[in-house]
Nanobody
Framework: QVQLVESGGGLAQAGGSLRLSCAAS????????MGWFRQAPGKERDFVAA????????FYADSVKGRFTISRDNAKNTVYLQMNSLKPEDTAVYYC???????????????WGQGTQATVSP
């Protein structure tokens, strides 16, 4: 089992920034690729970003490319999502997830966190 705990959500204004963190425990963190997904009210959960076990390569949804950056610190068992130039449509619950392979597909992820709310005001 891998336990994942997200943090760093909150309220930001449009154009501002938030940094999400996801702390992992239970198994060797560097054995897992990591992903971030989000679910806006009334919508399905969507892919945001993914990063390989080593940190390279990383993948992004078109909607966040150039604004969001995923990174990881294997020594700290943590993956991050730096969100810049935020837009109201980025408002969602953000989830981190762990997978044996790097993928943009939700079904490829074996372990999920509980999520953290990020709200962007106009």
């Amino acid at each position: 089992q891998v336990q994942l705990v997200e943090s760093g959500g909150g309220l930001a204004q449009a154009g501002g920034s938030l940094r999400l963190s996801c702390a992992a425990s239970g198994r060797t963190f560097s054995d897992y690729a990591m992903g971030w997904f989000r679910q806006a009210p009334g919508k399905e959960r969507d892919f945001v970003a993914a990063i390989s076990r080593s940190g390279v390569p990383a993948f992004y949804a078109d909607s966040v490319k150039g604004r969001f950056t995923i990174s990881r610190d294997n020594a700290k068992n943590t993956v991050y999502l730096q969100m810049n130039s935020l837009k109201p449509e980025d408002t969602a619950v953000y989830y981190c997830a762990a997978s044996r392979i790097v993928t943009t597909k939700q079904q490829g992820y074996d372990f999920w966190g509980q999520g953290t709310q990020a709200t962007v005001s106009p």
